[in-house]
Every structure is written in structure tokens, then in C-alpha cells.
């Protein structure tokens, strides 16, 4: 299936799969145009032949036939080409073991396969052109409860567990649409795995794009500096350079939470050669998942806050457990960037480097970033507090949780606050 721009082409083959390793028939879909074709600077910056090739990966899918289909459905080429554009009008590079978020059946069917984890392609190993080096990400798809098993430990994690399951995938991880259980339902011992996964490992979900505000309560609101801006003269002091870059990288295993199937433009930074599903060090850093230089911040000064409050959309706030266990439990940072503007909330524990919020002075601004540390102790307390975001059926908005002690409010709201630029 073509069109006129090189990111259109995706090819379709029938695999007759392999009987003695229990891998059904199935349709194989792969894209072309991602890699460099051509060499010459058409479409892609020629780099040299011993770095990636274009943006470095073609992407692979594996359907299962169903008996009596003679030809490939051609849904699975149109969703290629969707990830395909957001990949090159973002520039951000998927990497095996991320999750794409989409809400939505792939198919536009009535079925529970809704999102997406990506990984090696079990076939094709990574091809070394005349223009760079080619790897093949395969895109699975999997129910909601196995996305969110996925952001709350890790991606690869998950895939490892749809391999035991052959329904559920097997070992060539092959999607079936027509799958009516989670791997959880089909084997209960399987949630057993992912919770040990939680507490020995944590999340390596280091953030996400989501409807999200902050104020800082410290403050009269007529106050001329806003709370979540820095004004020079009549215009607010947009993310400096050094912020974009850090949160960008925060955010390089979350897309977007939305309730649509649209891929956000992260940011206009390439992101070739990052491994998104490494294993990080007890002591995270906010610097060191950096791939640029670091750029000062002396147009911005920081502020030391006294009173915030956080609010969220209730998909965002259903986050937020998995922000304290996952996270900061085990060391790490957690970012918030908003899909309606500039804020930015990243949550740090007090292991974390390179971060402006300290023990001292816990609720800190560059700008229009919040960064809030947290100590375990608080983060236990939190985590009692707010156990009903566990139990989203039951949950009412608004909702309000209040720390006084510790001078912290959070809000959890419906959508439309947060669609009005006024709120």
C-alpha cells in the first residue's frame, strides 16, 4: 500500500508461521521510508553508513489470519502510517519496549486490543544498508490492563509474559483482534509476576503528556507574576532551553493520555540511539538522560514556593500511584508536561540529581516548571491518602485531597477545566 511520500509505503506478506513452534498463519506488514531509501538528503540527512539509517527502524505488525481470508485487511497499513507521521513531524524515535496510548480499537471494531508495546520483530534482525543501520520495531497489540501493567513496571516486562501466552500473542507476538481476555484473565498468576515486576524494578514510565495545572498558593492571584510563568515586560517566559531538553527526555516512554487516537508532537528533537527501557540506577539524575548540552538558565530565575496546588484531569490522576510507588519510591523522577500549554509538574524523591527542588525548599519554579520532592515517608502517606484513585467506578469529580502540614493540595477535575484556557 503507497502514496506519494516515502513515509506511505508499507508492504504486505502472507506468513505461513511455524507449526512446530505452535505460531499461527498470519498477515506481516512492513513499512519502508522510515530508513533512508535513498542517500542523497531527499528525505532523510545521509549520517554516514555506520549510523542509523533515516530515523534508524522500519515498523513491522503481525496479524492472525482468520480462516477463509484470502487478503491482508489493509487497517494494519493505515495505523503504520499514522505512527509513521508522528514520527517524522515530532522527530521522536520509538524504541522497543515503549507503549503508544491510542484509546481506541485498532481496528475501529468493537474489540479490547486498544493500544500498542513495541519490540524487535522475532524475524528480522537489524540490516546494515549503504545508508546506516535498520532495525525492525514491531508493533503488539494489547488490552487496556495490560497497557497500564506496562507503564506501572515496564514494557518488556509485559512482552515477555504475552510470549508465554499463545492466544495472547506467543512467541512471535502475533495480534488476534478477536481476543476477548487480558493475559491476567486467561492466567491470574500473571498479575502475581507483575506486581513482584513493581516493587523489585519500579516503572520506567518517566512521564507523561496530560491535562495538568498548577498554582502556587503562596501568593494573591492578582499578583502581576504568574504563578505559572516568569514575565519580561507584557510576554511570559516561555521553557527555557535546558527545561524543554530535560522534560523532553522525561518523557520519552509516555505519549500522550488522551481520549483520542492522536500521537502528540513531544518536541522537534531527534532522539536516535536512546535506549527508552534501560535499567536505571538507584540514584536517578533529571541531567543524565540528556543528549544535548546543557544549556544555563540565567534568564530564569528559581522560586522556592511555600503552598501549591496540583490539579489533574482524572485519567492524569489515576497516574499519580504509579508516580509514588513506581517512581520515587525507587528513586526516580516523574513528569507531567501539559497537552494545553507550557506547565510542567515533575515530582522528584530526594535521591534524584540535578533537580532545584530540595528538602529545604521542596516546591520549587523555573518558570512555568514545578518540580515538588517528596520524602518516603511523605510519599507513604500520600499513597494511603489517596488510594480511591485506584477504584476509578467509584470515583466522583471534582476531588479534592489536602496535606495542610505539608501546605500541598491536589485536584482532580473533569476535562472541560482544563479545555478552558481560563481555568
Known sequence: LGGPDPLDYVSMYRNLGNPALNVPEHWHYVSFGLSDLYGD???HEFTGTDGPSGFGFELTFRLKRETGESAPPTWPA???QGLARYVFQSENTFCSGDHVSWHSPLDNSESRIQHMLLTEDPQMQPVQTPFGVVTFLQIVGVCTEELHAAQQWNGQGILELLRTVPVAGGPWL???MRRG???FE?????QERVDKGIETDGSNLSGVSAKCAWDDLSRPPEDDEDSRSICIGTQPRRLSGKDTEQIRETLRRGLEINSKPVLPPINAQRQNGLNH?????????LESESSAAIIPHELIRTRQLESVHLKFNQESGALIPLCLRGRLLHGRHFTYKSITGDTAITFVSTGVEGAFATEEHPYAAHGPWLQILLTEEFVEKMLEDLEDLNSPEEFKLPKEYSWP??????????DAVFDNPLH
Open 41 to 43: 538528503n531527499r528525505v
Open 277 to 285: 527501557d534501560r535499567a536505571p540506577s538507584r540514584k536517578d539524575s
Open 174 to 176: 502475533i495480534t488476534d
Open 186 to 190: 486467561i492466567d491470574p498468576h500473571l
Open 78 to 80: 493505515e495505523l503504520m
Open 405 to 414: 502540614e505539608k501546605k500541598l493540595k491536589v485536584s482532580i477535575l473533569p
Open 181 to 183: 481476555e487480558t493475559i
